[in-house]
């Protein structure tokens, strides 16, 4: 049975047009699939219920490998191409633009709003970064008290697709509100990553097959930005005079973003994901946003008591999130201003770096298996030692080549530090709470994660040079290297998880003595997941669709171990 399950997964087939059906309509599985001979060819009751949860792991796997290219696409063609075109713009109107200045390799020393042009975008990221700390496990916490995280993916995906939209349309003579908009682009982006990966850990409770699909999600977004890129530099490269260097590039660009996301997110939300109800209990007299802030102190509480894994994780996610969150940004900036480049060249070393991250999933695969924690740290070493170099070689106009050597390495890490992130913390936090905790952990990456912009941007205002400001970035990923020493042995740490198991019977439930499937269901209990709980009654429907509930022996003996 195994191999029909593997091939309908592969094909992503429905499993039922893999079975036939006999005289009294029962599915049953040909006798060519089989690997032995079987004295009945029915298909039996738990099968079914196995072969029905595959199918939807399988179509929520499509739906996050899906909706993860789609915010590649969006990130991609933000930070290249309307990061670099707000940031001409910023310089114009602080008069610095023009074709001499960018020869002069000079920097803009007038300001716009207050501040140096070149402050824009690390400005932007501070903001976010503070909104997004503050509301991000609140949201999660929401989320999990309520029945409603499908909707919020719903309206997070199509609010940052209007927001890109509206940002296209205001850019060529509005640029300080599109900058506006580029903030409520990052927030809606935040807001609905906190939803997606709340499904993460409720896809398989397997930790290889969790690895692996983590490695194929990161490896979807970046090839999706890939894939984007290409066809980007091949249309600047072959427009006359560059002609989509400016206005032209940001619109195609964002119409390409808008299409994808509609399409992309808006066929994953609507017929993929599934609707989930609430994993906490709201309790009398409250409401579900007093129950969340309640929940956030209880769970903050709880994960600093008996959680000691979970919270030296989180702490390390602290650091290390704040130099890669906003890496991207800092990096524009400087090979714009520092290294004048051009939105084709800048294209062409986030490509490089794309294309390296590919490779940087399957290195995180690879290493996962021997020990998340070990492989974490292993990144961080390469990103330190790449950023450290960079910022001692790249200092002056006309070092593309160069740069684009680093990008290589950058790539690597950034393709191999996410997907075992989010292995390690999947793996090692109890069930039942998956929103809030992965709001949580969306909380971690932002709660520094403007100090890094800030002080880029204080520096840069202060007429220090930017090759300090990108070296600061390694401070953050040391701190986090060390930190992830006291996470100690990863096999204690997900075994401590599944004694925490929220979806595991109380001790003091009220069940019967006499019920003979009660230790059954415990001791199956920390292997069932997230999915086939919450479809307990869709299971007996299916059951009794087989013509199975007749038989109450074969009933009783199936219904316990949903």
Known sequence: MASVYDLSCCTSLPLEWMYDKDDDGDLTVPHKELDKPDSSSTLTPEAAVEARRREKEENEALGWTLDAAARGVAIMGTAVFVSSELLRLAKNAAGCGGEDANESGERCENRVYGMKPTSLLT????????ISAFLMPLMGSVIDHTSYR????????????????????????????????QVLVAFSYLVHLTVVYAYLPELTTSAERLSNYTAKFTAAQYSSSVLFLVLMVIILSAAPNNLLERYASVDFSQSVIVCICAVFMGY???????KRPASQHVPEGSTPLTAGFYKIFQTSQTIMLHHSAIKWFLISVVFT??????????????????LNFTSRENGICILILLLFGVPGTRLAAWTNRINPIRSLQACLLLWIATTTLAAIFLKDPG??????VFAIFWGLCLGWIHPTEKTLYCTIIPRGQEAELMGTYICAGQILSWMPSLVFSVMNEADISMRIGLFSLTFYCIASFFILFLVGDYEEAVSHARDFDHTKPSKDDSSSDDDPYEGHRRQRQPEADFVIISDYEEAVAHMRSLSIADDSEASSAYVPQC
Do not use: C, K
């Open 123 to 130: 400005n932007i990221m501070t903001i976010v970064g503070l």
């Open 150 to 181: 499908r909707q919020v993916g719903r309206v997070s995906a199509a609010l940052m697709t209007i927001f890109i939209l509206l940002q296209m349309l205001l850019l060529p003579n509005h640029w300080f509100l599109a900058s506006i908009m």
């Open 268 to 274: 994953a939300w609507t017929f993929l994901f599934r």
């Open 321 to 338: 999130e704040a130099a890669t969150y906003t890496f991207s940004t800092i990096a524009i900036t400087y090979m714009t201003d520092q």
């Open 399 to 404: 070092q593309q080549h160069y740069a684009y």
